[in-house]
């Protein structure tokens, strides 16, 4: 099973930018998948995720500011983000696992590289 996350980048505070994860070698459909980040000197930490019905789980500081979703057809999730924060600055990765949500990191079995995302203030 392999993840490429992509979409990292550069940003000014209260900008946009959209994560993308490409899933390859499993069942696309069944997996639920997650974005985690980690922050320097921080651990990591869970930010979202969407199960294989659609329901999703949101980190509480990135409520009503970040949406995960996914497209079966190209086994993607994306992560977009908007209002970005300065706080939100972390090496973002993609996670997959079987069965249902969790925001357990240890609980994924499968994970992506990471992309950086700076934000500016």
């Known amino acids: 099973v392999q993840l490429q996350a992509s979409g990292g980048g550069l940003v000014q505070a209260g900008g946009s930018l959209r994560l993308s994860c490409t899933v390859s070698?499993?069942?696309?459909?069944?997996?639920?998948l997650g974005w985690f980040r980690q922050a320097p000197g921080k651990e990591r930490e869970f930010v979202a995720a969407?199960?294989?019905?659609?329901?999703?789980y949101y980190l509480d500081s990135v409520k009503g500011r970040f949406t995960i979703s996914r497209d079966n057809a190209k086994t993607t999730v994306y992560l977009q983000m908007n209002s970005l924060k300065p706080e939100d600055t972390a090496v973002y990765y993609c996670?997959?696992?079987?069965?249902?949500?969790?925001?357990?990191?240890?609980?994924?079995?499968?994970w992506g590289q990471g992309t950086q995302v700076t934000v500016s203030s």
């Open positions: 996670a997959a696992k079987s069965g249902g949500i969790v925001s357990r990191a240890r609980n994924y079995d499968y």
């Open positions: 070698g499993r069942t696309f459909s069944s997996t639920t």
């Open positions: 969407i199960g294989s019905t659609g329901g999703t």
